[in-house]
């Protein structure tokens, strides 16, 4: 038995633990089942952790093959997306869509359908699968694509691996000139402003803001939106340009022991958000930044999530529509702020269309936020819940540890006819995780 978490590190589970290492491994732990595929350990709360049997991926972790043409690459599902970039970034591709970490695995960004600064142009990441091989429940492996077998597709992305185990997969890679992004800071002195932003700046490629959650008005949200794109090689400066794919290291920093639980308070975290919101508004306007500092900051910090101690964090992750975004955001930021919980950690993104079975996101206002783990952080996160429920909102299961089953359903009715598709196919035997149990999956 292994004691594991999420990276949220709560709850704690202790559950039997298992590598595969290939198909034979995953088809007897499937026949003796029930168990959860488990990739990278980066989902924040429970959704890869079963007692009865965690089986790991990362033992499967090789490329197949890559056509240099089309940038088409096949690979295991635990490969990193941090391997696929050191591998294939200097040949000049890079991931169609990356969530906020380079350490998920392939299977877990197929299974949380994860998405990135570039929804509203690209979707999440199922628009770049062309076809995935998954064992199901009575251990055969079927190879499903959007174009062959539609609904059996949409029945694995999105899925939380609750609907079988994701072998390996073919994606199509991003063709860039070089290795370094072209940033555009803008500082919005409100959420208004910020979403203004947002709706005025469509047509970027890449658009995420960092919010202060610890402001007030007549500031209420303000923010730095900061937009991206690949930049040419043109555009790089000259003593660059024979190399365009080689950056600086960045320095790596660990946090090296749990903080105590005082560290975080609303006094450090105003301090905080005030200093970054300062040197934010001097580096107003366009600058050329490395791919790592521009997708990945966090990833820079290692053990990041022990800056919350030992009792760890909640992630809060809501989608809200265009119609109910603004004002549904001022009602949370506005409870966030009184409160004195201030998120360290907030980020604001726009979300395009998607018409997805089970996935995420949707058309309008998705805002990330992190609490550490205690009873005052539960009861503001409810109160969250409800804000989001009454303005048509939704949750990202990638990211919950602690939401109930009557909010889940609530929320997105979809669960509801996914729950039902699972007792049909078998599936809620087999795949079972804490998450499934805790939501009634």
């Not at 794919?245 to 749990?258: H, S, T």
């Not at 639980?261 to 306007?285: D, Q, T």
Request: hydrophobic share 40%; with cysteine.
């Amino acid at each position: 038995m292994t004691r594991l978490s999420g990276w949220g590190r709560t709850p704690v589970a202790e559950c039997r633990q298992r590598t595969a290492r290939n198909q034979a491994d995953v088809a007897r732990a499937v026949a003796e089942g029930p168990l959860i595929a488990r990739g990278n350990g980066r989902s924040y709360g429970d959704p890869a952790m079963s007692p009865g049997l965690t089986l790991s991926m990362r033992g499967m972790d090789r490329f197949l093959s890559f056509d240099a043409d089309s940038g088409t690459l096949v690979a295991e599902a635990g490969v990193l997306l941090a391997d696929i970039i050191d591998t294939f970034l200097p040949r000049g591709w890079f991931p169609l869509v990356t969530p906020g970490t380079k350490f998920v695995s392939l299977g877990g960004a197929i299974a949380a359908d994860v998405h990135g600064k570039n929804h509203h142009r690209d979707g999440s990441f199922r628009t770049c699968v062309n076809w995935i091989d998954a064992m199901g429940a009575d251990g055969e492996v079927r190879r499903i694509s959007r174009g062959d077998n539609a609904q059996d597709f949409e029945a694995v992305c999105g899925a939380m691996g609750l609907s079988g185990v994701i072998l390996r997969a073919e994606i199509r890679l991003r063709p860039v000139e070089s290795a370094w992004i072209m940033q555009e800071t803008i500082p919005a002195p409100t959420l208004e402003a910020a979403i203004d932003t947002f709706e005025e700046r469509l047509d970027a490629l890449y658009s995420v803001a960092w919010i202060d959650c610890t402001s007030r008005p007549p500031g209420l949200g303000r923010s730095l939106v900061m937009l991206g794109r690949h930049a040419t090689v043109d555009e790089l400066p000259r003593d660059r340009r024979r190399k365009p794919f080689e950056v600086p290291g960045r320095r790596g920093l660990k946090v090296p022991i749990d903080f105590p639980g005082f560290a975080l308070n609303r006094y450090s975290v105003h301090l905080f958000n005030e200093l970054y919101y300062r040197m934010g508004r001097r580096k107003a306007g366009e600058t050329l930044v490395d791919w790592d500092s521009y997708f990945y900051p966090l990833d820079a910090i290692g053990d990041w999530n022990r800056i919350y101690g030992r009792r760890g964090f909640y992630q809060f992750q809501c989608v809200l529509p265009l119609d109910g975004a603004r004002a549904g955001l001022t009602r949370m930021l506005d409870d966030i702020s009184r409160t004195g919980l201030s998120s360290f950690l907030s980020v604001l993104k726009r979300f395009g269309a998607d018409e997805s079975r089970l996935s995420f996101p949707s058309e309008g206002y998705t805002l990330a936020l992190d609490f550490p783990a205690n009873d005052r952080s539960r009861a503001l996160l409810e109160r969250l819940d409800a804000i989001a429920l009454d303005h048509g909102g939704r949750f990202y299961l990638a990211k919950d540890a602690r939401m109930s089953a009557e909010t889940a359903i609530s929320a997105d009715p979809r669960l509801a006819e996914f729950r039902d598709l699972r007792r049909d196919r078998g599936w809620s035997e087999r795949f079972v995780s804490l998450q499934s149990e805790r939501l009634g999956l």
